[in-house]
């Protein structure tokens, strides 16, 4: 049986912040958790689906694994399910932190903690789609406290040790559940899970260690990329915490569409209308490319429809070799508002044509026309 997406799962679009995830899954996970539905295998079958969704798009970089392979980037690494173990508790540990304020991890969080990924949109033209582009965006973003150096505390000063938890941040509580008497693990309430008191918050961050910053990150688009496209910019995103190492930065490339060209894969497709005459009897005009404008030359006899190929014309490949090539399409123009006097010059012209006049690749006009009615 195949797996429904994630999203979908915890019913959240696939731009959703961190906060929106864990406020769904905790929403799902209180509806469908066994004690609140006892002997329901269903909503017990739906609370694992719940939480199997939930360990992959809480976890950055599983998150950036499967939206980019999808369920094949989890298999094998996906929910424990019942009989995980006596720790795993088959899944159920972190539901405890949500019903009853505990958690078997607690919320310790006084050591080095990567900073979050970030990401952000980037529209460029066309032509810049196709060859690449080096450009700075702004993006907003938490940085270390320069005066504090990220510790929170005044300079000068330094935290101490919580007295509660004693740099735990973490205490035990006797919790009594429908399932009896079980001691879990509540943060610290002294510390909020710090394990440190800082008696002189710095006045820079207010004792956070971090604080809000717009900074200019160059970023290099190679040549190829199309809309959709995901960048990663390495260390690029939130600092970390107490040490941890900074996150990353996922620019997802939106191009602009263009007055004359159409993308197809690696192939560019532009239309030229030409007249009757210009069919007719052959003409040259001017095409613009990627690479600027170029004179090209139509035959004599020219059907309306028909695409020429500028081999090489078209838009280099994505990490690759070589470019796509260019497709000429030329439409005919049919004329209106015609004068008496055009009119019976048509005539006049039409009546001098012969079956010899209309062969097409073989087959007269005539003969094509009733193969199309026939059949």
Same mark, same amino acid.
């Given at each position: ?182 001691? !879990? ?166 009546? !001098? ?23």
């Amino acid at each position: 049986m195949s797996k429904r997406d994630y999203y979908e799962v915890l019913g959240v679009p696939k731009n959703a912040s961190t906060e929106e995830l864990k406020k769904a899954y905790r929403k799902l996970a209180r509806k469908y958790h066994p004690d609140v539905n006892p002997g329901d295998k269903n909503a017990e079958n739906q609370f694992k689906e719940v939480k199997e969704a939930y360990d992959t798009l809480g976890d950055t970089d599983k998150r950036a694994r499967y939206d980019q392979f999808g369920h094949a980037a989890t298999d094998g690494n996906g929910f424990g399910g019942f009989g995980a173990g006596a720790e795993d508790m088959g899944g159920f540990g972190d539901i405890f932190d949500m019903f009853f304020g505990g958690g078997r991890g607690g919320g310790q969080r006084h050591g080095p903690q990567q900073g979050a990924d970030l990401k952000t949109e980037m529209e460029i033209t066309f032509e810049e789609a196709a060859f690449g582009v080096e450009e700075k965006i702004r993006v907003p973003r938490l940085e270390t406290c320069q005066r504090c150096g990220g510790s929170g505390a005044q300079p000068g000063t330094h935290s101490e040790t919580c007295s509660v938890c004693k740099g735990a941040g973490q205490v035990r509580v006797n919790q009594k559940t429908p399932f009896g008497i079980f001691q !879990t693990v509540k943060t610290c309430h002294n510390c909020h899970g710090e394990g440190t008191i800082i008696s002189s918050p710095c006045d820079e961050c207010g004792g956070q260690g971090r604080v809000r910053k717009e900074r200019k990150i160059e970023v290099k688009i190679p040549a190829g990329v199309d809309t959709g496209s995901r960048l990663r910019v390495a260390a690029a995103g939130e600092s970390g915490i107490n040490g941890g190492p900074p996150g990353d930065l996922y620019v997802f490339i939106k191009v602009k569409p263009h007055k004359d060209f159409k993308r197809n894969g690696n192939d560019v497709i532009y239309e030229q209308a030409i007249t009757f005459a210009q069919a007719t009897l052959g003409c040259d005009f001017d095409v613009p490319t990627l690479d600027g404008k170029i004179t090209f030359t139509i035959p004599e006899g020219t059907q309306s429809g028909t695409t020429f190929r500028l081999k090489g014309k078209g838009i280099p490949r994505l990490q690759g070799y070589g470019r796509g090539d260019q497709h000429v399409k030329v439409e005919l123009v049919t004329p209106t508002n015609l004068t008496d006097k055009q009119k019976e010059l048509l005539r006049e012209f039409d009546n !001098t044509c012969t079956h010899e006049n209309h062969q097409v690749k073989g087959k007269s006009f005539f003969k094509k026309v009733k193969d199309a009615f026939m059949g």
